[in-house]
């Protein structure tokens, strides 16, 4: 479990074919106190530390894994948004994450609106019951909140903002148009339409 409150941006700094795709993700973190088997999460994908040095870790991506998220992350020079674990008393700032991802979406604009970055994102139209204005989403494991929502021809667009402090804190200064971005609906819709799907 997280919470989507981003506490390191990593940098990819080698990616080698074994099998599975093992990343070495250069990081800010104090890694004498995170456990080979430990999870983090990067840009909302739940991963596990399967070795470490002194400012680095290392991941396996599994092909199902690349195949559901958004592509450009997994390759030298990515940054990443990195979470840590939720831990019992940990505060949950954000929301619950759970670093899985439930679709892949597409940054449709970007632009200034007072101090804050206006965001819009083009999600596949199988999320539109799950995403509501004033309800919680995770963009590339960030917890934020959803303004807007509307349906489009090919999906359905959803609105956010985006604080100085949060573009600062993530790899958020670099959104751009076309940018695919991980998206995790929050995990009480998702279970809602689940009970709701059933029941029809």
């Given at each position: 479990?997280f919470t989507?409150?981003?506490?390191?941006?990593?940098?990819?700094?080698?990616?080698?074919?074994?099998?599975?795709?093992?990343?070495?993700?250069?990081?800010?973190?104090?890694?004498?106190?995170?456990?080979?088997?430990?999870?983090?999460?990067?840009?909302?994908?739940?991963?596990?530390?399967?070795?470490?040095?002194?400012?680095?870790?290392?991941?396996?991506?599994?092909?199902?894994?690349?195949?559901?998220?958004?592509?450009?992350?997994?390759?030298?020079?990515?940054?990443?948004?990195?979470?840590?674990?939720?831990?019992?008393?940990?505060?949950?700032?954000?929301?619950?994450?759970?670093?899985?991802?439930?679709?892949?979406?597409?940054?449709?604009?970007?632009?200034?609106?007072?101090?804050?970055?206006?965001?819009?994102?083009?999600?596949?139209?199988?999320?539109?019951?799950y995403i509501?204005?004033?309800?919680?989403?995770?963009?590339?494991?960030?917890?934020?909140?959803?303004?807007?929502?509307?349906?489009?021809?090919?999906?359905?667009?959803?609105?956010?903002?985006?604080?100085?402090h949060t573009?600062?804190?993530?790899?958020?200064?670099?959104?751009?148009?076309?940018?695919?971005?991980?998206?995790?609906?929050?995990?009480?819709?998702?279970?809602?339409?689940?009970?709701?799907?059933?029941?029809?």
């Amino acid at each position: 479990m997280f919470t989507g409150i981003i506490t390191d941006v990593g940098r990819v700094v080698a990616a080698e074919e074994k099998g599975d795709l093992r990343l070495r993700i250069a990081c800010g973190y104090d890694m004498a106190n995170v456990d080979l088997g430990a999870s983090i999460a990067c840009s909302g994908v739940c991963l596990t530390v399967v070795d470490k040095g002194e400012d680095w870790f290392a991941v396996d991506v599994s092909q199902e894994t690349r195949s559901r998220s958004a592509p450009g992350l997994w390759k030298e020079g990515a940054r990443l948004n990195l979470e840590r674990s939720l831990r019992v008393g940990d505060e949950l700032g954000g929301h619950i994450v759970t670093g899985h991802v439930d679709a892949v979406g597409e940054v449709e604009a970007v632009a200034e609106v007072g101090g804050s970055v206006r965001l819009t994102v083009i999600a596949p139209a199988e999320l539109e019951g799950y995403i509501a204005p004033k309800g919680s989403i995770a963009l590339d494991g960030v917890s934020l909140t959803v303004n807007e929502v509307e349906p489009v021809s090919d999906g359905i667009r959803f609105a956010l903002n985006i604080i100085p402090h949060t573009a600062a804190q993530t790899s958020f200064a670099e959104l751009a148009p076309g940018r695919r971005v991980n998206i995790e609906i929050d995990i009480l819709a998702r279970y809602i339409g689940r009970m709701l799907e059933l029941r029809r």
